[in-house]
């Protein structure tokens, strides 16, 4: 409800929104350029270590973080506190051996700590290396291996003998610190007999081209490569980004913007997510886990303004909903919300946008109805605050966006890439467009190239891999990246992916396919899991499907079935493959019946980051599940 009125108070703020012109170029009458200009004026000195000590200075007693005690209550950290801390465990870093230009991995899922020892480790002149904690002692060895690093700041005992093993063979035993081992206070009581001084003397000698840190890729196809990002990298993303979002956010809803950081701050985007709620002091908090059970009591403690998180979220927040009305009999009630929102969603922001009339009055009525009895139960399971939310990582159901838009939750998607210091792309506050990636961030151009692949330009872009010049020859050229992603843009700028450009499939007919648009669209359906899409050098495309683990057992016990039921037994059931089929139906309405998938198998097992299927990111290692598939794979085409 709240998202309606917010829109409505939008329009006294068209200053706000007309801050970023996008400048067009087309060529033979078709938009292949779109630029836009700098918001945040790029940094001519300091570095991203100064952030702490700037709202210190300026701000000693704000609050600008909420940590999480062990009685469950979250406790505020003022900008004084938190830049104390930082200063402590920069000295420990340095008496422990930290050069200025050295680098420390830190292995660890989301907490305080980590944000703690990110900003300690470029206080102490250093550049950090994140590590996904759910990385294999193989994994850890090639980023340890190539990056260098010889510190270490591991989360738990686990993950600490998990570096262990993957020193062996290296040069030299790194150094290892564990969280849960009170690594804060080791560092701290190290670093006790270095003076203050030294610390301001390494943060004077950092530059805007000073390397920040090594951010490794996920990995689909390959080993990892470290994108070396700088502080002006960083600061041209949050800065921008900050401007961008956050004078229209605070106009429009006259909140205090306060955020919950659940995504791996391993991961781009949850760092600049990060550096960007410090550098304006948006009051932060953690939360170790993705996982909707895990997180929605967190969300209801913590009652963030607006969240940042990845379509799996918004996917599971939706399919939570639908079951918990299924198990009372309510489940087609629930269906005919999600049309319903659908429906008033896509004519209140075409009223919005003046592209159309709005919803009617019967619309209206019946979208009143299911927000007392369904989508304000979506608000207070999000904490009962929540108004923006910003998706990334990879496309959201256009549907599921306006299911969100119609409970009171706008959700803003973006598109980056890690070469791009996260997001190259987001939609601009004011001027939601679902199905689309947005515009360019301020200070960015995208281009198309003439085989579609997208290209971005701008601050945010990376210099360099680390030690691979090969592949940086590859990405760059005259300061233009390459992204590997398919893409087109729009008549006002906005860009919309189509899928990634090693992953096309042609037909044996000759039908170029991407796969991404089905397999997105299939993951939003329940009981669908993962899935992989199909069909290069065959006659049609088909998809193996996995089954959702949580949603099985859902579907199980609604149909008061056995929960032991056997997976061969459940692939034959016909009520079963119905519910998949309706899933194979909505992502079919995509796209062309050329394009469309014909035949599907529901298959054993997960793809997981565990068994080698998927990167910790979240994305297919489209060319280990064809292996591990291969016999499935022939018989749907038998």
């Not at 917010?6 to 012109?21: F, G, M, T």
């Not at 390397?211 to 070396?228: D, E, F, H, I, N």
């Not at 306060?258 to 760092?271: D, N, V």
């Not at 899991?529 to 579907?555: F, K, S």
Request: charged fraction near 25%.
């Amino acid at each position: 409800m709240g998202v309606h009125k917010d829109l409505k108070r939008a329009k006294k703020h068209s200053d706000l929104a007309d801050r970023v012109p996008v400048e067009l170029v087309r060529e033979d009458g078709v938009v292949r350029e779109a630029r836009t200009a700098h918001l945040a004026r790029p940094s001519a000195s300091g570095s991203t270590a100064d952030i702490p000590y700037a709202n210190a200075a300026e701000a000693p007693a704000s609050v600008i973080l909420r940590r999480k005690g062990d009685d469950g209550h979250w406790r505020p950290v003022t900008a004084a506190g938190f830049a104390r801390q930082v200063t402590a465990a920069a000295k420990g870093l340095i008496a422990a051996g930290l050069e200025p230009g050295g680098r420390v991995a830190v292995m660890s899922r989301t907490r305080y700590e980590w944000t703690v020892i990110d900003f300690a480790i470029w206080a102490a002149g250093g550049q950090s290396v994140p590590v996904y904690a759910t990385s294999s002692v193989e994994q850890v060895a090639w980023i340890m291996h190539d990056s260098g690093a010889r510190h270490v700041v591991a989360e738990t005992a686990e993950h600490a003998a998990t570096v262990t093993a993957a020193a062996c063979g290296l040069d030299g035993e790194p150094r290892v610190w564990t969280f849960d081992d009170a690594a804060m206070e080791t560092l701290t009581t190290l670093g006790r007999n270095v003076p203050d001084e030294e610390i301001t003397k390494r943060r004077a000698a950092l530059t805007p081209d000073t390397v920040a840190t090594l951010c490794y890729t996920s990995g689909t196809t390959g080993k990892p490569k470290g994108c070396v990002l700088t502080h002006a990298n960083l600061h041209a993303e949050a800065a921008n980004t900050v401007e961008l979002l956050h004078p229209v956010f605070q106009a429009v809803t006259g909140q205090a913007a306060s955020t919950l950081l659940f995504l791996p701050l391993a991961h781009i985007l949850g760092r600049t997510i990060q550096i960007a709620c410090l550098m304006a002091r948006i009051e932060l908090g953690h939360c170790p886990s993705i996982k909707p059970d895990e997180l929605r009591p967190e969300l209801r403690r913590f009652r963030p303004t607006f969240v940042v998180g990845v379509p799996y979220l918004f996917e599971k927040i939706h399919d939570t909903g639908r079951a918990t009305a299924e198990k009372i009999g309510r489940g087609a009630s629930f269906d005919r919300a999600h049309r319903i929102g659908v429906r008033f969603a896509e004519a209140y922001l075409a009223r919005f946008l003046g592209t159309g009339r709005g919803p009617g009055v019967g619309l209206t009525l019946a979208w009143a109805l299911y927000d007392l009895l369904v989508y304000r139960r979506i608000r207070t399971e999000l904490g009962g605050r929540l108004r923006y939310a910003i998706s990334g990582g990879s496309p959201l159901d256009r549907e599921l966006n306006l299911f969100f838009c119609a409970a009171g939750i706008v959700i803003y998607e973006g598109y980056g890439l890690t070469e791009t210091t996260a997001a190259a792309t987001i939609i601009p506050p004011l001027a939601p467009r679902p199905g689309t990636v947005g515009q360019p961030v301020p200070g960015t151009a995208i281009r198309i190239a003439g085989d579609g692949e997208v290209l971005i330009k701008g601050g945010i872009v990376f210099g360099a891999y680390w030690n691979n010049t090969a592949a940086t020859g590859e990405a760059l050229a005259d300061g233009w990246f390459a992204t590997g992603d398919l893409g087109s843009l729009d008549d006002d700028g906005y860009l919309t992916i189509t899928g990634r450009k090693k992953d096309i499939l042609v037909t044996s007919g000759g039908k170029n396919v991407a796969p991404a648009v089905l397999e997105d669209r299939l993951r939003s359906r329940p009981p669908v899991g993962q899935c992989i899409v199909v069909g290069d050098n065959r006659p049609h495309v088909a998809a193996l499907i996995t089954l959702e683990p949580e949603a099985m057992e859902h579907w199980l016990t609604v149909r008061k079935r056995p929960k032991d039921t056997p997976l061969a037994r459940l692939c034959e059931d016909p009520e079963l493959i119905a519910d998949v089929q309706r899933a194979v139906d909505h992502a079919n309405a995509a796209v062309s019946r050329a394009e469309s998938i014909r035949r599907f198998r529901i298959v054993a097992g997960e793809f997981t980051e565990e068994n080698g299927l998927l990167t910790p990111s979240l994305k297919i290692k489209r060319h280990a599940v064809a292996a591990a598939y291969a016999a499935e794979i022939k018989a749907l085409y038998a």
